[in-house]
């Protein structure tokens, strides 16, 4: 269950009504799938094959359909990141910089870990969203945040596009960063 960060005060809160109450305030979609759909074989299997991502894709078809036609996403895919990713490093430069886009940035847990780094309103400032399997949340369009890995440094997350083309990161210098 996701769990949340306000980094000006260290608050923390979870527990999955309080996560959605806080994330709806922030106009950040928050919802929940059951992660343990995954077929046993792929629950900490971090580099998948083409085959093996077209069976998360099938597994979460019913729950990606519903959200593609609440939303309006036309597309999805399967990202897998792990230290044996190639490249890792260089990747996870690139996610962590403060950034918005001009469509959602929406990702669903599948297997792992990771976090967001949103930029909430004037008030909360910056929060992390903290996410494990099953954790489904999309950021609004030119909402600043970012994406990482947790300390385990592996995910598997679906992610869906209104684009084809997908997310283009518009990099932001935030000065209220922290």
Same mark, same amino acid.
């Given at each position: 269950?996701?769990?949340?960060?306000?980094?000006?005060?260290?608050?923390?809160?979870?527990?999955?009504?309080?996560?959605?109450?806080?994330?709806?305030?922030?106009?950040?979609?928050?919802?929940?799938?059951?992660?343990?759909?995954?077929?046993?074989?792929?629950?900490?299997?971090?580099?998948?094959?083409?085959?093996?991502?077209?069976?998360?894709?099938?597994?979460?078809?019913?729950?990606?359909?519903?959200?593609?036609?609440?939303?309006?996403?036309?597309?999805? #895919? =399967? @990202? !897998?990141?792990?230290?044996?990713?190639?490249?890792?490093?260089? $990747?996870?430069?690139?996610? +962590?910089? /403060?950034?918005?886009?001009?469509?959602?940035?929406?990702?669903?847990?599948?297997?792992?870990?990771?976090?967001?780094?949103?930029?909430?309103?004037?008030?909360?400032?910056?929060?992390?969203?903290?996410?494990?399997?099953? #954790? =489904? @949340? !999309?950021?609004?369009?030119?909402?600043?945040?970012?994406?990482? $890995?947790?300390?385990?440094? +592996?995910? /598997?997350?679906?992610?869906?596009?209104?684009?084809?083309?997908?997310?283009?990161?518009?990099?932001?210098?935030?000065?209220?960063?922290?």
């Amino acid at each position: 269950m996701a769990e949340i960060r306000v980094r000006s005060t260290n608050e923390r809160i979870s527990g999955e009504e309080n996560v959605r109450a806080f994330l709806d305030k922030q106009e950040v979609l928050y919802e929940h799938w059951d992660a343990s759909k995954l077929p046993a074989e792929l629950h900490n299997k971090f580099v998948l094959s083409d085959e093996e991502k077209a069976t998360i894709l099938s597994t979460f078809d019913s729950e990606i359909r519903d959200l593609a036609a609440r939303r309006g996403y036309q597309i999805w #895919d =399967v @990202i !897998s990141l792990s230290d044996a990713t190639p490249n890792i490093e260089e $990747l996870l430069k690139k996610f +962590e910089q /403060i950034h918005t886009h001009t469509e959602d940035e929406i990702r669903g847990i599948v297997s792992g870990r990771g976090i967001f780094i949103i930029k909430g309103d004037e008030n909360t400032g910056y929060f992390d969203v903290e996410l494990e399997p099953g #954790d =489904v @949340i !999309s950021v609004p369009e030119n909402k600043a945040h970012f994406f990482t $890995l947790m300390d385990n440094r +592996e995910i /598997i997350a679906v992610r869906l596009f209104i684009e084809k083309d997908g997310w283009i990161a518009n990099n932001i210098e935030d000065p209220t960063f922290a």
